[in-house]
């Protein structure tokens, strides 16, 4: 379950989701509207990232230590690492200078409401806490004030794709082991750098330019190097295209020095991306044979005419695969 390979419904992307997390709900509610729904693969098929897998395996510690998770967040972790605003998440109270979350419409900020209710997100969502606490929890975790050497290189071995609980990324030529998170209005983002032995987080109550773009820049300006502030303006609305506009770019692209085949393939008149033994995503058209998805930080530059496709990843070298006939 920590590597996502567990093949466990992601019950954030249940049709009824938001219609009940916004209240209270017990374990066996929430185990309940888990069973409506098959398995996404079966378990070891490959890597499917998952927020069930966090809210299972937080259900299975409270039942072995016989304590609630909140209190287990307490002593294993905001205790020891001497964390004074980071917390079991609660009812948002603005008078307490806590921040509530908005979304951008039509120009306008609006507040977000209502709000998940944390009792549900449980390890998926549930902690609270500032950047500066999230880079003291990193920094205690890289050196050995939480776990072991051992279970440490168990949580940075990314072999299938995540380790347990982290992903791995490279930041302008340096190696990192992170994790984002979303909820609401409210994103985040953290890295910990081993060669470095410099930790980063980032946060946001509200956001219109793609975050991650902005951990880009902040680890550029970090480090003294040559960086582009991100542009604080709403995006350009997506091309459409129809179905018969998306076949130059079906296929599978591949290259002998690239360890994956990547698959692009048209589902429901949006075009769908998927490497080897991962999940699908869509990637959006934003200029002519240019597609991009914010969320995996990827960019698709497309020449028919060559058969090739340019990928770009956020933190990756760009590489170039070929369309096989």
Do not use: C
């Given at each position: 379950?920590?590597?996502?390979?567990?093949?466990?419904?992601?019950i954030?992307?249940?049709?009824?989701?938001?219609?009940?997390v916004?209240?209270?709900r017990?374990?066996?509610?929430?185990?309940?509207?888990?069973?409506?729904?098959?398995a996404?693969?079966?378990?070891k098929?490959?890597?499917?990232?998952?927020?069930?897998?966090?809210?299972i395996?937080?259900y299975?510690?409270?039942?072995?230590?016989?304590?609630?998770?909140?209190?287990?967040?307490?002593?294993?972790?905001?205790?020891?690492?001497?964390?004074?605003?980071?917390?079991?998440?609660?009812?948002i109270?603005?008078?307490?200078?806590?921040a509530?979350?908005?979304?951008?419409?039509?120009?306008?900020?609006?507040?977000?409401?209502p709000?998940?209710?944390?009792?549900?997100?449980?390890?998926?969502?549930?902690?609270?806490?500032?950047?500066?606490?999230?880079?003291?929890?990193?920094?205690?975790?890289?050196?050995?004030?939480?776990?072991?050497?051992?279970?440490?290189?168990?949580?940075?071995?990314?072999?299938?794709?995540?380790?347990?609980?982290?992903?791995?990324?490279?930041f302008?030529e340096r190696?990192?082991?992170?994790?984002?998170?979303?909820?609401?209005?409210?994103?985040?983002f953290?890295?910990?750098?081993?060669?470095?032995?410099?930790?980063?987080?980032?946060?946001?109550?509200?956001?219109?330019?793609?975050?991650?773009?902005?951990l880009?820049?902040v680890?550029?300006?970090?480090?003294?190097?040559p960086?582009?502030?991100?542009?604080?303006?709403p995006?350009?609305?997506?091309?459409?295209?129809?179905?018969?506009?998306?076949?130059p770019?079906l296929?599978?692209?591949?290259?002998?020095?690239?360890?994956?085949?990547?698959?692009?393939?048209?589902?429901?008149?949006?075009?769908?991306?998927?490497?080897?033994?991962?999940?699908?995503?869509?990637?959006?058209?934003?200029?002519?044979n240019?597609?991009?998805?914010?969320?995996?930080?990827?960019t698709?530059?497309?020449?028919?005419?060559?058969n090739?496709?340019?990928?770009?990843?956020?933190?990756q070298?760009?590489?170039?695969?070929?369309?096989?006939?």
């Amino acid at each position: 379950m920590l590597r996502h390979r567990s093949g466990i419904f992601n019950i954030t992307e249940a049709s009824d989701f938001g219609d009940w997390v916004t209240e209270p709900r017990t374990r066996e509610e929430l185990l309940a509207l888990l069973k409506k729904n098959n398995a996404a693969f079966e378990p070891k098929e490959k890597t499917g990232y998952s927020n069930t897998n966090y809210i299972i395996l937080s259900y299975i510690l409270e039942d072995i230590a016989k304590k609630p998770f909140s209190q287990l967040l307490k002593d294993r972790i905001i205790t020891p690492v001497a964390l004074k605003r980071t917390e079991y998440g609660h009812e948002i109270k603005p008078e307490n200078n806590e921040a509530v979350p908005y979304y951008r419409e039509n120009g306008t900020w609006n507040q977000i409401e209502p709000l998940t209710d944390m009792q549900n997100t449980m390890g998926a969502g549930s902690l609270v806490s500032t950047p500066t606490e999230v880079t003291l929890f990193y920094n205690a975790l890289f050196t050995g004030k939480l776990v072991s050497e051992k279970s440490l290189q168990k949580m940075t071995d990314v072999s299938t794709g995540m380790g347990y609980g982290m992903d791995s990324g490279v930041f302008n030529e340096r190696k990192g082991f992170g994790h984002d998170g979303s909820i609401d209005g409210f994103q985040s983002f953290a890295l910990y750098m081993p060669s470095e032995k410099v930790a980063i987080a980032i946060s946001s109550n509200a956001y219109n330019i793609p975050f991650f773009y902005v951990l880009q820049s902040v680890v550029s300006i970090y480090f003294g190097e040559p960086y582009e502030m991100p542009q604080f303006k709403p995006l350009k609305p997506f091309l459409k295209l129809e179905s018969k506009e998306l076949e130059p770019f079906l296929g599978t692209y591949s290259d002998p020095d690239f360890p994956l085949d990547v698959k692009i393939f048209n589902d429901g008149n949006k075009l769908m991306v998927q490497a080897t033994d991962q999940n699908a995503f869509e990637v959006n058209p934003i200029e002519e044979n240019i597609f991009k998805s914010f969320e995996e930080m990827i960019t698709l530059d497309f020449n028919v005419e060559k058969n090739q496709m340019q990928l770009e990843q956020l933190g990756q070298p760009t590489v170039i695969l070929t369309r096989e006939n």
